[in-house]
């Protein structure tokens, strides 16, 4: 089984930058599909960007390409969420998910484990 936490969220301004991160413990990172979702107040969770295991592909929602970065460190088992120019809009809590089948999907359902969440709030 493997064992998500997450890190690094926080109250920023607009236009701050922030950096997740994803700590992946009881297996191998490189055995899965990593993603970041994130769900606002009232709202369901969606897709924010998603990696492959060996971060040769990379995917991006439409509201968060050219802002926002995803990456993977395998020796260490983390995955991380570079979020720059941040937006009211990109507040929510941001979930780490897993999926050991192939594939990358951009969507909730294709990922079996998930960690806590960690929590971004952006405002002046």
């Known amino acids: 089984q493997v064992h998500l936490v997450e890190s690094g969220g926080g109250l920023v301004q607009p236009g701050d930058s922030l950096r997740l991160s994803c700590a992946v413990s009881g297996r191998p990172s490189s055995n899965y599909a990593m993603g970041w979702f994130r769900q606002a107040p009232g709202k369901k969770r969606e897709f924010a960007a998603a990696?492959?295991?060996?971060?040769?592909?990379?995917y991006y929602a439409d509201s968060v390409k050219g802002r926002f970065t995803i990456s993977r460190d395998n020796a260490l088992n983390m995955v991380y969420l570079q979020m720059n120019s941040l937006k009211p809009e990109d507040t929510a809590v941001y979930y780490c998910?897993?999926?050991?089948?192939?594939?990358?999907?951009?969507?909730?359902?294709?990922?079996?484990?998930w960690g806590q969440g960690t929590p971004v709030t952006v405002s002046s």
């Open positions: 998910a897993a999926r050991q089948q192939m594939g990358v999907p951009q969507m909730p359902a294709g990922y079996a484990d």
């Open positions: 990696v492959g295991r060996d971060a040769a592909i990379t």
